[in-house]
């Protein structure tokens, strides 16, 4: 995914929204699927206006910009997500880690096992509280966002749940060789 397209997707689906508000519907719904800063938020809208897929529909006091999709940006986000098939990059550096915990003493590989069932495990829990903090009105972006947090909960389930195993596969493997 591409943060060009993540913006693009939310101005088709909550038109008049200022680089503000785009901020913060990124942070309560598309930061647990793709991290963006300010600068790289406001830096795609100048692109997405100069490429003619979204144009400002009005300007408020102090310079704030609402912006609204062109038919042109219409366009490119259905072809998007219809029209090229996605990405799956796999770079998972706490597996990574997993791969090589043999290069360090059972006691710390099974404490980074604990941590990552922690860490998952308090992810699984943010994501439930999330699902209950928001307004679930019957809006598409509120629809599919839902299907979403769904996929993010059963993601953090299944790494904590895997953590919890791994930590006991390698504890009963300290208890055969002692």
């Given at each position: 995914m591409s943060l060009r397209h993540a913006v693009l997707g939310l101005i088709v689906q909550v038109p008049?929204?200022?680089?503000?508000?785009?901020?913060?519907?990124?942070?309560?719904?598309?930061a647990h699927v793709w991290q963006a800063t300010q600068?790289?938020?406001?830096?795609?809208?100048?692109?997405?206006?100069?490429?003619g897929l979204i144009e400002v529909a009005s300007e408020g006091p102090r310079g704030r910009k609402e912006y609204?999709?062109?038919e042109a940006g219409r366009d490119e986000l259905r072809r998007w997500l219809t029209g090229t098939p996605p990405r799956r990059v796999t770079r998972d550096e706490a597996l990574l880690r997993v791969f090589f915990l043999g290069s360090i003493p059972h006691?710390?590989?099974?404490?980074?096992?604990?941590?990552?069932?922690d860490d998952a495990a308090a992810g699984y829990d943010e994501l439930v509280d999330l699902e209950h903090r928001?307004?679930?009105t019957q809006d598409t972006m509120a629809e599919?966002?839902?299907i979403a947090l769904e996929f993010g909960q059963r993601y953090m389930a299944t790494?904590?749940?895997?953590?919890?195993?791994?930590?006991t596969q390698l504890e009963?493997?300290?208890?055969e060789t002692t």
């Open positions: 008049g929204c200022s680089g503000y508000d785009l901020l913060k519907i990124f942070e309560i719904s598309l600068s790289q938020i406001y830096g795609e809208l100048g692109k997405l206006a100069a490429d609204a999709p062109t006691d710390q590989a099974r404490e980074y096992l604990r941590r990552e069932a928001l307004n679930w599919f966002g839902r790494r904590r749940d895997w953590a919890r195993w791994a930590l009963a493997r300290s208890r």
